[in-house]
């Protein structure tokens, strides 16, 4: 059973298309994330989802728009795309309220690749 | 400057060798101190954490945490090739972590 799972994993298009990923979890946790992986590997948070309610917003264009229809899903979609917004996106979930605030469960990725 | 500074590596070392590896930061605010593991075309993985200064040893896998200095340190002792893959340090103040951009590790037979 895969835990976190993101569709699609791969996406080619055109700058200036539109495009949605769609992530799901079924680990019964209470908040979602949006993560962005550039080409040097570093992984930066772009959205937080606790209980469908936005509570991290990071400096990211308003062509990123999450949106997060119940706990257990978190899509992100993306106008206009532009070159630089080639990367890897992962979807992430954790439980909170524990103490512990750092075991982020990943999906295994969403390749965009923007032509 | 990041916040969060890794060498990216590639650090080769043969089998059986220790694997050092480190981040330093610059936030005070940070508390809980994560290592992620992250094979190639994978999400990132926990390894292991530790709070606040000091030691912790799970398995072959040892975390050193020095707040005064502001340096993390993960070493992996009798490395095997399955430990090829790449490193990501990730302290966290409150409910958000901060990466490092991760050292890529190759452990060649």
């Known amino acids: 059973d895969t835990a976190v799972s993101q569709t699609p994993k791969y996406l080619v298009t055109q700058m200036g298309n539109d495009k949605s990923i769609k992530c799901e979890q079924n680990l019964g946790h209470d908040t979602m994330y949006w993560y962005k992986q550039d080409s040097k590997k570093f992984l930066k948070i772009m959205f937080s989802?606790?209980?469908?309610?936005?509570?991290i917003n990071e400096t990211v264009p308003n062509r990123f728009s999450p949106k997060s229809p119940d706990k257990a899903h978190l899509n992100l979609h993306i106008n206009s795309l532009e070159l630089g917004d080639s990367a890897v996106y992962f979807c992430?979930?954790?439980?909170?309220?524990?103490?512990?605030?750092?075991?982020?469960?990943f999906g295994e990725g969403s390749r965009l690749t923007v032509l | 400057q990041k916040e969060v500074e890794q060498d990216p590596g590639p650090l080769s070392v043969p089998e059986g060798a220790i694997v050092s590896l480190n981040c330093t930061y610059s936030n005070s605010a940070f508390q809980y101190f994560m290592w992620y593991r992250q094979y190639s075309r994978k999400g990132p993985e926990l390894l292991m954490y530790t709070y606040s200064s000091g030691n912790k040893e799970d398995g072959r896998f040892t975390a050193q945490v020095d707040k005064s200095s502001k340096y993390i340190s993960l070493f992996i002792r009798d490395s095997q090739p399955s430990d090829s893959a790449t490193y990501l340090c990730a302290p966290a103040a409150g409910n958000k972590l901060t990466f490092g951009g991760g050292t890529r590790v190759l452990v060649k037979p």
């Open positions: 992430a979930s954790s439980l909170t309220g524990t103490g512990f605030p750092g075991e982020l469960f």
């Open positions: 989802y606790n209980n469908k309610e936005l509570i």
